[in-house]
T-cell receptor, first 115, second 114 residues
Framework: AQTVTQSQPEMSVQEAETVTLSCTYD???????LFWYKQPPSRQMILVIR??????QNATENRFSVNFQKAAKSFSLKISDSQLGDTAMYFC????????????FGKGITLSVRP | DTAVSQTPKYLVTQMGNDKSIKCEQN?????MYWYKQDSKKFLKIMFS???????INETVPNRFSPKSPDKAHLNLHINSLELGDSAVYFC?????????????FGPGTRLTVL
């Protein structure tokens, strides 16, 4: 079974600054994929970034980057130059390779960007 | 064009009623999902269909019945609604049912049972 843990329930950051959201996971599988999804107040679930476990290079998408530490089973999201529109709930998720595998979500973290 | 759409966006109903939520995706994906997000925002998968075939069926009361008339549609029918069914229900789709695939979510349906 897979588990995803987001231990910080909420964080706050000043606009234009950098913030890091933590996520740890557990799986006995060696091949898997990790995701960060964003859920703004509009409720829509939006994919932020994706990381393949077999890749050593950390994924980046514009202002969003991850710090993937496979041995430590850690997958944190760094948001640079925070913008007001980044205010949302952020979910870390894990899916193992293989047919019919489930996407397992963490409990989420609420990020508030202050003007 | 909306990639994954759900109707209705809001649904308020009385306990004991039967209701349906519809989902459609125009991404050409083969796999569709239903998730439930509870009041604490926790997201959990309920069902998954690949090419109209049920492939994931979590421990969900049998009052919940998914139906996939074709691979672009996955509807969720709920019988005898209970207070505890109040939640946001998300439909999602992906090209394949494998780990590599990113899932794209619909806007969610907020169900309130009174």
């Amino acid at each position: 079974a897979q588990t995803v843990t987001q231990s910080q329930p909420e964080m706050s950051v000043q606009e234009a600054e950098t913030v890091t959201l933590s996520c740890t996971y557990d799986t006995s599988e060696s091949n898997y994929y990790l995701f960060w999804y964003k859920q703004p107040p509009s409720r829509q679930m939006i994919l932020v970034i994706r990381q393949e476990a077999y890749k050593q290079q950390n994924a980046t998408e514009n202002r969003f980057s991850v710090n993937f530490q496979k041995a430590a089973k850690s997958f944190s999201l760094k948001i640079s130059d925070s913008q007001l529109g980044d205010t949302a709930m952020y979910f870390c998720a894990l899916r193992v390779t293989g047919a019919n595998s489930k996407l397992t979500f963490g409990k989420g973290i609420t990020l508030s960007v202050r003007p | 064009d909306t990639a994954v759409s759900q109707t209705p966006k809001y649904l308020v109903t009385q306990m004991g009623n039967d209701k349906s939520i519809k989902c459609e995706q125009n991404l050409g994906h083969d796999t569709m999902y239903w998730y439930k997000q509870d009041s604490k925002k926790f997201l959990k998968i309920m069902f998954s269909y690949n090419n109209k075939e049920l492939i994931i069926n979590e421990t969900v009361p049998n009052r919940f019945s998914p139906k996939s008339p074709d691979k672009a549609h996955l509807n969720l029918h709920i019988n005898s609604l209970e207070l505890g069914d109040s939640a946001v229900y998300f439909c999602a789709s992906s090209e394949l049912p494998r780990g590599t695939d990113t899932q794209y979510f619909g806007p969610g349906t907020r169900l309130t049972v009174l």
